[in-house]
């Protein structure tokens, strides 16, 4: 069994494309709720008792709907993959959600055009887009990362000054919250009793409407958005003091050897992108979002490679001998093995990391001209400078990465490993060759591929950048590739078996239903078939069972 727990959070977004210009459209959130339904027909569920709601499925995994305050109405659609015993079965339950919801996305579309919404559902999977929107595939790692007698002084002294005071603050929110509640519905219910007398209707009358209407101004979306600015300038010091505690503290090892991998793994695992004008072909939707190696993730202009926020949620796992390390650096992949890759070669570099394998720091110098030069340059020639004064090409990177696996790993590698060494091996062989080779392997020259084929007639990629008809319709084809369902190109290239399958269709359908091998997920999945239906009764998340007759907490 492979010791290492790995899991995918996927982003998809939900739009509705009118017939005709200026037509009516449902709101994301109402395309959320049909969709749920709809795999809640197919697949056994119960809600989540997690603070972003959503249902847990049959296979352990999460299906939730994903907004800022700011645009509750406007959010995306997410799946989590249960927690996966090692790559392959990860990418397996990964792309198993991807069918899932191809399969609804037929029946979803049937339901709003009956309610008299005229045009096309998109669900689609790609990572960013034209209007400067970035959301994607956030991957999870179980990492071996004992504290050591330095860091653990560390956060002996850094628990009072910032996880007391966090934990006092949120607790005096909800308090006072709560009280002002309690009160304001007192005061309702005693005007409503006190209007019955003679002579106070009226202003009794005038006092409830005060009041309804200072809570809806209160908790209105500007309000609460005011609020959350205020908070945040106010914390804005004890949040740059914490998250500089938490890059000391968490898995520093396990990020400095990661970083240039992650950079450079984008030659096999980006999904590829038409620029907005159409004048440029890069690499990966993600990459220009970048801006940081590590912190806690709030705002878009900070986005980093390492997403430490649930260090915040979760102040005790950072105690923890094994921690969970989130990579926020990851396009959502259409190619099955490029999922696969991008999840077993970071694994295999953890390994050597967590069994003291020698690696050399290959550092970049500047993480964001580093991440520029390789996403922008699709024949893999461009130079990286790098901390120690040298420089090497991101192929060259991940050579040198497979090199040190292959040698770590020796000739006695079991099966999973095994396969991945020699794919590893076989895509960096082609890339070195040509990368067309890998047109039916990789999402990023299937893609490049595609527009050149569509548009030869018109002149080609040459073409693009001068006729803006030329270049929406390379957008266009961007935007379809990863969308799921019936018109989404990837899926019907893949159908059409211009791509490979890599993962057999019975194997798809088993993670599509049935829960994932590590315990937890096989337990939560096993609660969630045993109270299926039961959505009064019983609620899960990642941890519990709460069963309220009898009222219950069962530790899964």
Not at 12 to 26: C, D, I
Not at 130 to 137: D, F, I, K, P, T
Not at 358 to 364: C, E, G, N, S, W
Not at 453 to 473: N, T
Request: with cysteine; glycine share 8%.
């Amino acid at each position: 069994m492979h010791p290492r727990l790995i899991g995918v959070e996927t982003e998809y977004a939900l739009a509705w494309v009118p017939s005709q210009p200026g037509g009516r459209s449902p709101l994301p959130r109402e395309i959320y709720a049909l969709v749920e339904s709809a795999v809640r027909a197919r697949v056994e569920a119960l809600p989540s008792a997690g603070p972003k709601g959503g249902v847990f499925l049959a296979t352990g995994g999460l299906l939730h709907y994903e907004s800022p305050m700011s645009h509750f109405a406007r959010g995306l659609l997410e799946m989590a993959t249960p927690e996966c015993r090692g790559p392959l079965e990860a990418a397996r339950y990964h792309h198993a959600q991807d069918g899932l919801l191809a399969q609804v996305h037929g029946e979803v579309e049937y339901q709003l055009r009956a309610r008299g919404f005229e045009g096309e559902l998109v669900v689609g999977k790609a990572s960013a887009d034209a209007a400067g929107n970035v959301w994607g595939s956030h991957e999870n790692y179980e990492v071996a990362d004992p504290a050591g007698f330095l860091r653990t002084l560390l956060l002996l002294a850094a628990f009072p000054a910032f996880w007391i005071p966090a934990l006092l603050v949120g607790w005096g929110a909800r308090i006072a919250v709560n009280a002002v509640l309690v009160a304001a519905v007192a005061a309702y219910r005693l005007l409503g009793v006190l209007r019955r007398l003679p002579g106070l209707s009226r202003p009794c009358a005038a006092g409830q409407e005060a009041i309804v209407s200072a809570g809806r101004r209160a908790f209105s979306e500007d309000s609460l958005l005011r609020i959350g600015r205020l908070t945040g300038l106010a914390t804005l010091p004890w949040i740059r003091a914490y998250d500089a505690v938490l890059r000391a503290a968490v898995a520093p090892a396990a990020r400095r050897a990661l970083l240039p991998h992650l950079v450079s793994r984008v030659v096999f695992a980006g999904a590829g992108r038409v620029s907005p004008d159409g004048a440029r072909f890069t690499l990966s939707q993600k990459a220009p979002a970048i801006r940081r190696a590590a912190g806690t993730f709030w705002d878009d202009g900070e986005r980093p490679v390492f997403d430490l926020k649930n260090f915040v949620r979760e102040a005790w796992s950072v105690w923890g001998r094994r921690k969970r390390l989130q990579v926020l650096f990851a396009d959502s992949n259409t190619s099955r093995l490029a999922t696969a890759l991008r999840l077993g070669t970071t694994d295999l570099v953890l390994r050597m990391v967590e069994a003291g394998h020698p690696l050399r720091d290959l550092t970049p110098r500047d993480l964001r001209q580093a991440i520029a030069a390789v996403d922008g340059d699709p024949t893999l020639a461009a130079k990286i400078a790098l901390a120690d004064g040298t420089e090497m090409t991101a192929l060259e990177m991940q050579q040198y990465y497979l090199g040190e696996a292959e040698r770590f790993c020796g000739k006695n590698a079991e099966p999973e490993t095994a396969e991945i060494l020699a794919k590893w091996r076989y895509v960096l062989d082609a890339l070195a060759e040509d990368p067309h080779l890998l047109f039916k392997d990789l999402d990023w020259v299937a893609k490049r591929d595609l527009v050149g084929e569509a548009l030869a007639a018109e002149g080609g990629w040459k073409a693009v950048a001068a006729d803006p008809a030329l270049a929406a319709a390379a957008c266009k084809i961007d935007a379809r590739f990863h969308e799921i369902g019936p018109r989404g190109y990837g899926e019907t290239l893949l159908a059409a078996g211009r791509t490979r399958e890599y993962f057999a269709r019975p194997e798809l359908e088993r993670a599509a239903r049935e829960p994932a091998s590590s315990p937890r997920a096989r337990a939560r999945g096993e609660a969630v078939r045993r109270h299926s239906g039961d959505d009064r009764e019983a609620r899960v998340t990642w941890a519990e069972l709460l069963l309220r007759h009898p009222r219950e907490r069962v530790r899964l």
